[in-house]
Structures are given as C-alpha cells and as structure tokens.
C-alpha cells in the first residue's frame, strides 16, 4: 500500500500563492489516480481537484477552477496543488488521497489512502 505525506501550506494574504506538495513512500504514485482534497472548521471534506495516472487527464471542484492547478511528477513519487489568488474562503486543511480506480471521481469514499493533511490559512 502506498502512504502519503502532504507539505506546503502555511499562512498567506488574499490574493497570495502557495504550492503543495503530495509524497508518497511505500509504492509508486503511477499507480494511482489522486486527489486533492480540503476541510473547513465546521464543514464537511469536500474535492478540491484529481489528477490521473498519466497526469493527462485533471477535474476541478467550480469554486477553484481558474485559480488551482493540479500536477504530477511520477518520477518524484509526487503530486502537487497550485493555488493561486486564494481567498479567505479557500482556508481549511487540505488533504491529498489516492485511489486505485481510475473511475474514483470526486467521492472522497472512493478514495482508500489519505495523508494526514496540511493547514492553510488566507487571511483577509
């Protein structure tokens, strides 16, 4: 089974960026389609963005579309989340997941393997 560890986040303005990253030890990400993931205080986990195999093929949540941008380098065991223009309303914990099926779509029950998660914060 594969495990994953999620870095990045961190505290940032309106408007501002921030990247994070996806590791994954114990077998290859190729195997998997991944997904990015996010839960405010309060509110249930919703999808944020998946990416397939290949990287070939990526889906957004509408409430980040334009802004967020989802990638992978299989070489480096890695999947990463771009977020750009963030607003107040993008701050929660943010989780990756994988899943072994390439059909997983946006259910985060059709996820088996989750990191422990990353905090971000936008502040207005």
């Known amino acids: 089974q594969v495990q994953l560890e999620e870095s990045g986040g961190g505290l940032v303005q309106t408007g501002g960026s921030l990247r994070l990253s996806c590791v994954a030890s114990g077998r290859s990400i190729s195997d998997y389609l991944v997904g990015w993931f996010r839960q405010a205080s309060g509110k249930e986990r919703e999808f944020v963005a998946r990416?397939?195999?290949?990287?070939?093929?990526?889906y957004y949540a509408d409430s980040v579309k334009g802004r967020f941008t989802i990638s992978r380098d299989n070489a480096k065991n890695t999947v990463y989340l771009q977020m750009n223009s963030l607003k107040p309303e993008d701050t929660a914990v943010y989780y990756c997941?994988?899943?072994?099926?390439?059909?997983?779509?946006?259910?985060?029950?059709?996820?088996?393997?989750w990191g422990q998660g990353t905090q971000v914060t936008v502040s207005s």
């Open positions: 997941a994988a899943a072994l099926s390439s059909s997983a779509g946006s259910r985060s029950s059709a996820y088996t393997y």
């Open positions: 990416i397939n195999w290949r990287g070939t093929i990526t």
